[in-house]
Each structure stands twice: as C-alpha cells, then as structure tokens.
C-alpha cells in the first residue's frame, strides 16, 4: 500500500457571540480547523485534524508513495519536521485511521483495547464569575458530567479562587474538581511573568483545601524542582506536559517525577505513537495518563483511541463551556462527539478512528 495523496482542506466557523479563552487575550471571533485526508493506491483514505497544519505543504513530497502501514517511519518523518517547524501530528493519526480500516479494527484496540469508554471531565475555556461558574457546574453535572475544570488567569486569581470556591459549594464533595493555571507555555506574543512560586503555594494551599484533584500547569515548563515543592509542602496533585513537543522533553519530566498527570496532546505535541510510550512509561512510575484535548472533534477522537487503549484516567479531558464552547462548535465539520448519560465518552466501533465527517460542513466553511 502507497499513500497516492494527502489532501488538506481549511476552514474557519465563525462565532457569534465571540469565545473569550482564558488563555488568550483575544477574543475569538471564529474557528479555524483543517481536515487532513491521505489517500491510498489501495482506496482506502484516512481522516485526521486538531492542528491548523500551516506550510506542510513543503513537506508533502516526503509522504507521498510511502507505505501508511509504515507508522513508526512515518512519525520518524514527521518529528524531523517538528523540529524545524510545525506540529503536523494530524497526518499521523490520519495514518492510523487507514491502519484501523485495514485491520478492521477501532484503533483503540490497536492501541491496547483496556477500555471501550473513559469518563469524561467538563473542560471549561472561559472566565466567569464566582456564580455563573457554578450554575455550569451544576447544568454539566445534570448533563451527567461527574467533573469538571476551572481555569483561572494569572491576573484574576482571587477571582478564580472564588469561582472555585463557589463551584464547590454549590455541587458537593462528590464532584471532582480541577484547576488549570495555564503556565506551562505561552500564546504568542504573550512575555508577561509567570506567578513565582511563592504565590503558586499560597494558591495550591486554598485549593487543595476545597478539594482540587489537580492543579495544571502551575508553573514554567524549566521549573520541575518548583513543581514537585508544590506538590510536597500542599499534598496537591499536579498535572502538566500538554503541549511538551518531544519524547525526550516528557521522558526527561518522567524521570524527575515532576507531576502526578501527564498530558500531552496527541494532535498538539507528541502524536499517538509516542503518547502511548509517555503514557507506559507514568504507568511504570504509578503516575497517571490523561491527555490534553483542546482541538477539535477528531482531535478529542484520536485522544481517545490512545486514552482508551492504555487505560488512561481518572477522566478524560472534554472541551466544554456552553454558550461560548459546545459540541456543535468544537465539531462543526463533523458529526459532535457527546458524553452518554453517565458522564462516559463511548469509543466508536467501527473501524479507525470512527469520524463522521459532514462533507456539506466541509464545503461550507472551506476558506
């Protein structure tokens, strides 16, 4: 078998009312995504996405008449890309999207097959009051959500705090919560300080007393021996390792036992293959995997196939914050991934990654 094409198509949905991340400071007006499409000698074609692939392009001559079967030399050819420009992880699982078909198999079975669903955490993006952020707790836990998680901006922590603290008082002990503080890495263009670690301690010390399963990203990536002092001097979980862009990177994390949840992104910073290597190797350490989802539908998808292949937890990571961030949206070219009514998100069957692509969305909003 020979890959005889990859097509990309971008496409951007507008968003009315905007989408105000607390990571970023601009607010987004709409979402760009890119559908990648390899196709084979064989008929068989492979669908992937989560990353914007910009000036792949370049590099499409080094795929093509290449076995997609191949997958370790694949992800070789792709990492020597990564590292002199961008992360074009959606090729790979793409790639695993064929294997799947040919092998007449979910690709989660390839991956391990430990589970055929994985709870599923409300992930929130935006930054809301005290009260507002507990009503959505209290609307995700009705919708079957069992957690959920806040984030909470440098520059509001007293405010985060409280949306936390109010969320906790309003849905109980027996609804996880987690805190996300967003240091690990930077949007573009932001050069602010991060929060030293004294400030970080005094956070983690009111937040463990609510309850917080984990605090995310607390710190600068160089800042391991940080990290775990959080760890010790609070007792607080701390999760980290999303947008890590090399094996060596997260290994190198590993072996210092730097958090308790490791989370790389599939489609964002290390692909599948690897992933399942981050994810054996906290395992062996009796840390946890549980990757980072922030993409798009078949982003969350090919995370889930590898999440459930290793039998990754406690949650699953959902992109979820409504009105600003639903299903419909994140999954705007294809058919919206949803929890079923206890909080789990089900592995599709068929075999692959198991997408439904809206071919009509697709044209739609083509740029």
Same mark, same amino acid.
């Given at each position: ?5 990859? $097509? ?84 790979? =699982? ?60 440098? #520059? ?33 263009? #932001? ?10 301690? $005094? ?61 790389? #992104? ?40 590898? =999440? ?22 994140? #999954? ?31 044209? $739609?909003?083509?740029?």
């Amino acid at each position: 078998m020979k890959i005889t094409a990859i $097509r990309l198509t971008r496409m951007s949905l507008p968003l009315d009312p905007p989408f105000r991340a607390a990571w970023d400071p601009t607010p987004r007006t709409s979402f760009a995504a890119t559908l990648v499409e390899v196709e084979t000698d064989d008929g068989v074609t492979g669908v992937g996405s989560g990353d914007t692939m910009d000036g792949f392009e370049a590099f499409e001559h080094l795929f093509l008449g290449t076995d997609p079967l191949q997958i370790l030399n694949q992800v070789r050819r792709i990492e020597t890309i990564n590292f002199h420009g961008g992360r074009y992880w959606p090729l790979e =699982a793409a790639l695993w999207d064929i294997i799947g078909q040919v092998a007449g198999l979910p690709v989660s079975i390839l991956f391990g097959g430990a589970r055929d669903r994985l709870a599923a955490y409300a992930s929130s993006g935006e930054l809301k009051s005290p009260e507002a952020r507990a009503e959505a707790a209290l609307a995700a836990r009705e919708l079957g959500f069992r957690a959920m998680k806040i984030r909470i901006a440098r #520059d509001h922590l007293d405010e985060g705090i409280a949306a936390v603290r109010a969320t906790r008082e309003a849905v109980g002990p027996d609804f996880d919560l987690m805190v996300d503080l967003n240091q690990m890495w930077r949007m573009s263009g #932001d050069i602010e300080a991060a929060l030293p670690l004294a400030r970080v301690q $005094r956070v983690a010390v009111e937040l463990n007393e609510l309850g917080v399963l984990w605090l995310e990203e607390p710190l600068p990536q160089v800042d391991i021996s940080g990290a775990k002092r959080v760890r010790a001097e609070t007792g607080i979980q701390i999760a980290g390792g999303e947008m890590v862009r090399s094996l060596p990177e997260l290994n190198a994390l590993i072996e210092a036992d730097a958090f308790d949840i490791y989370q790389p #992104d599939v489609a964002l910073a290390v692909g599948m293959y690897r992933a399942r290597q981050v994810a054996e190797s906290a395992n062996l350490r009796h840390r946890s995997f549980t990757p980072h989802t922030w993409s798009n539908g078949l982003g969350l998808l090919a995370n889930l196939h590898v =999440a459930a292949g290793v039998d990754a937890g406690p949650y699953l990571e959902f992109p979820f914050d409504p009105p600003g961030w639903t299903p419909e949206r994140r #999954d705007f070219f294809m058919t919206p991934l949803t929890i079923d009514a206890s909080g789990d998100l089900v592995v599709p069957t068929r075999p692959g990654l198991g997408a439904e692509i809206d071919r009509d969305a697709v044209a $739609r909003y083509a740029v």
